[in-house]
């Protein structure tokens, strides 16, 4: 007798597992199979929070959301989780624990087993418990240091990717128009330049872990009226075209960014979410973006309920969707029952949905998510027994490891910008000396971080937690920078309560001091619970609360005072911008931010920053920025006057630097030419230092108002003493266009000052050149960067 052989069925042919196919045709033939409540969930997140005991998330029931059941989403799929490691202090282990299992039931739950893409905050850093807290993006200006940002963001990406996070919601790309804005500390400066190199720079670096960047907030959002978050845009489209759209513009075509978030903001009535100009006229036809766009957080229902342009939220979804809008965030609202409704009544086209859901999946299949061999296990937990229970893993995911800590402090050092100095500093860390450290900020362990750091905008409202990072105060870093000092420390106001109660104890201790260090500045928080943040919108520039009467005070006990600010934004700082022995200016510096400060005292650190926004010397004179035209800066016609205390770019250093031996080969080239020039820095003095030459363009006469100057390009040389090079440099045309006055890009002829300068307001030299030829019209294949080349100097 002979046996048979069960012949085993072979599993379906699923075209969209195949990845012999290409990414389009996969997703092609999975969109032919999906029914309409299949493509549409795939259009929206849920807002979720991991479980410290591992299980399955749970939504997160925000006041602005209504609660969602899950059994009830899951068969038709997701698109997106929200913030699972961002909602609640949860042990990094623990959380990918549940952030697997959650991915198994969502994969497990639909018919096409299509997880779910994972999205957190990494504004300054992997907003997560336990993970390091990097310098906000102010910071990340300060340095001028695009390679630097751009390892930062790797090692950010690297941590979340590891974890089992897809999308990071950075960087911001908004360029600062008024400082009063309470996100200012989000942004990366007030030149469209600056902000693009390092904006581009970051997405490099999240993007080489595998991270889906997101850049944000697509457009206009920094200009609102008076700086009051979400306020109405009033700008013109020469002002958008020309110094709010080149970051944007610069990280599409240059960083390989794969998803955008739109702005909550109207301009000039139009919200951006509703923009279909903006979101696919110019960021996909014209630029070629195609990736996907990202609503803000509940962005499209405010479509209906803020701006009241759809009447209902059928409506909302259906302009968003129709503008370019591909996913609702953070949860379904608009995108789930509306949309559906609106479709199948016929206000909506079923086309626009299978567009969007066709970036989706296209954005899924090449992260690897439709591949066969996909697993819900992130990378960190491949050698673990994730069955023996979140016990044994608490505690096995360290996000916060030293190269993040050593990585940090080298960011935070380079942005500490030294604004004065009389020579007090540097503090020589061995000499016995009393030092008085007074300010709210003196013993704040927070004082370094940010609205969006985890520690702030999740951890304040878990005080019972313990915070997950070492924090270091600055009475604690100053103690272990100067060891033979006696430090004495005052609080003498708080942040922005107006108590002057401790004004008597701290002005006596710093009687008796011999150098005063005023810790002073922001409070970082969330919409009204801090002095800087989202939602935290300042009246002028004034130092919050009692701070300024404090900082007078102590001016005038006649011991040296240096001004040291950890903050958000710039302050007016009155009387102390010429009075005080020295001023430290740090933006956020971060969780090794007070010792970087420390070391920059002492001297063992170099300062190196340069200010990415001006600092005021009058506190009401805002929206005021160095890029503006000629009745945009101090005037007679005028009685405000805008001019700073301290200019975009500006920083001192502990040594002397000369710039010499100007050559520009050709002062006449034509408007599609390029310009070519070589300088001489040398370090004169006895210390090794860091220069950052500035290049900036003045366009004297032009065919509508131009800034009176505007950066071009920029480079660090970090010099020894003694230690001189020669930097050539090709400049081309094309950096000298703007928007005429038919809406184009253009080139004009005619004469040109490219100043190299220390700072906006401290020119060096300047090589005037004249444009030939006709005016010369250009777009977005022009060229944007000013090349420049550093070599040893072998004329002397």
Not at 487 to 512: P, S, W, Y
Not at 775 to 787: E, K, W
Request: with cysteine.
């Amino acid at each position: 007798m002979t046996g048979t052989v069960a012949i085993q069925p072979q599993a379906p042919y699923r075209a969209w597992r195949d990845p012999a196919l290409s990414a389009e045709a996969r997703v092609d033939a999975l969109i032919h199979e999906m029914t309409l409540e299949e493509k549409v969930a795939q259009l929206f997140g849920v807002w979720v929070g991991a479980s410290d005991e591992g299980a399955e998330v749970a939504p997160h029931q925000h006041d602005m959301e209504a609660p969602v059941d899950l059994d009830d989403l899951l068969p038709d799929g997701l698109g997106q989780l929200t913030r699972p490691f961002g909602t609640v202090p949860v042990d990094p282990a623990v959380g990918a624990l549940s952030l697997m299992r959650t991915q198994a039931r969502i994969t497990a739950a639909n018919r096409f087993g299509i997880p779910a893409v994972a999205h957190e905050e990494c504004l300054a850093g992997f907003a997560a418990w336990g993970a390091t807290a990097y310098p906000v993006p102010l910071s990340w200006g300060a340095t001028f240091d695009p390679a630097l940002v751009r390892e930062m963001a790797a090692a950010i990406g690297r941590d979340m990717r590891a974890v089992g996070v897809h999308q990071g919601l950075a960087p911001v790309l908004d360029v600062v128009r008024d400082a009063r804005w309470g996100r200012v500390e989000e942004t990366i400066g007030e030149d469209p330049y600056l902000v693009g190199t390092i904006a581009t720079a970051y997405v490099q670096g999240l993007e080489s872990a595998g991270v889906v960047a997101t850049l944000k907030h697509f457009a206009g959002y920094s200009a609102s009226r008076a700086g009051r978050n979400l306020a109405p845009v009033g700008m013109g489209a020469r002002e958008l075209a020309d110094v709010i759209l080149p970051p944007f513009e610069m990280a599409v075509r240059e960083s390989g960014v794969r998803s955008v978030m739109h702005a909550y903001t109207d301009t000039d009535g139009v919200p951006s979410a509703a923009d279909d100009r903006l979101l696919t006229g110019l960021l996909r036809d014209t630029w070629g973006f195609t990736g996907t766009v990202v609503a803000d957080y509940f962005g499209i229902a405010f479509l209906k309920t803020l701006h009241g342009v759809a009447g209902t939220f059928g409506e909302a979804a259906g302009a968003a969707l129709a503008a370019g809008v591909d996913v609702e965030l953070p949860t379904v609202k608009t995108f789930g029952a509306p949309l559906l409704a609106a479709v199948r009544q016929g206000h909506v086209p079923e086309e626009l949905v299978d567009r969007a859901v066709r970036r989706v999946l296209l954005q899924k299949t090449r992260l690897g998510l439709l591949d066969p061999d996909w697993s819900p296990v992130p990378p960190a937990l491949r050698d673990a027994d994730t069955t023996a229970g979140p016990d044994a893993l608490r505690g096995t995911i360290d996000l916060d490891p030293a190269a993040n800590r050593e990585l940090a402090g080298r960011i935070a050092e380079q942005a500490v910008v030294l604004l004065r100095n009389d020579g007090t500093l540097p503090l020589d860390p061995l000499t016995p000396r009393r030092i008085a450290l007074i300010g709210p900020n003196s013993e704040a362990p927070t004082a370094a971080l940010g609205c969006y750091s985890f520690p702030v905008h999740v951890g304040a409202q878990h005080p019972d937690i313990p915070v997950g990072i070492a924090l270091p105060t600055l009475r604690e870093a100053l103690v272990a920078e100067f060891p033979d000092a006696e430090v004495l420390v005052a609080r003498g106001t708080g942040i922005d309560d107006g108590g002057t109660e401790g004004f008597a104890e701290a002005l006596g201790i710093a009687r008796g001091a011999d150098v005063v260090v005023a810790a002073l500045g922001d409070r970082a928080g969330l919409f009204g619970r801090g002095t800087s943040g989202e939602g935290c919108d300042a009246e002028s520039l004034v130092l919050p609360g009692a701070q300024g009467r404090l900082l007078d005070a102590l001016l005038d006990t006649g011991t040296p005072v240096v001004t040291t600010l950890l903050a958000g934004r710039p302050y007016a700082l009155g009387r102390a911008a010429d009075e005080s022995a020295a001023v430290v200016q740090s933006f956020f510096p971060g969780e090794a931010g007070t010792a970087a400060i420390a070391s920059v005292l002492s001297g063992r650190t170099g300062p190196s920053g340069r200010l990415p926004v001006s600092v005021p010397r009058h506190p009401g004179a805002q929206p005021s920025t160095y890029l503006a035209s000629r009745l945009g800066h101090g005037s007679e016609v005028s009685s405000i006057d805008p001019t700073p205390a301290f200019g975009f770019g500006h920083g001192l250093t502990y040594t002397a630097f000369a710039w010499s031996d100007l050559v520009v080969e050709d002062t006449e080239v034509r408007t599609d030419g390029e310009v070519r020039l070589a300088l001489t820095v040398a370090n004169t003095g006895d210390r090794a230092g860091t220069e950052l030459v500035q290049l900036y363009l003045h366009d004297p006469v032009a065919s509508v108002v131009q800034p009176v100057q505007r950066l071009i390009g920029y480079v660090r040389l970090d010099l020894a003493p003694g230690r001189r090079v020669r930097i050539r440099s090709v400049v081309p045309a094309d950096l000298a266009s703007f928007t005429g006055r038919a809406g184009k890009r253009v080139v004009e002829p005619g004469e040109l000052e490219l100043r190299l300068s220390a700072s906006s307001t401290e020119p060096r030299l300047t090589a005037r050149v004249t444009l030939t030829g006709p005016v010369r019209q250009v777009d977005h294949h022009r060229r944007l960067h000013a090349g420049f080349e550093v070599l040893p100097d072998t004329c002397r």
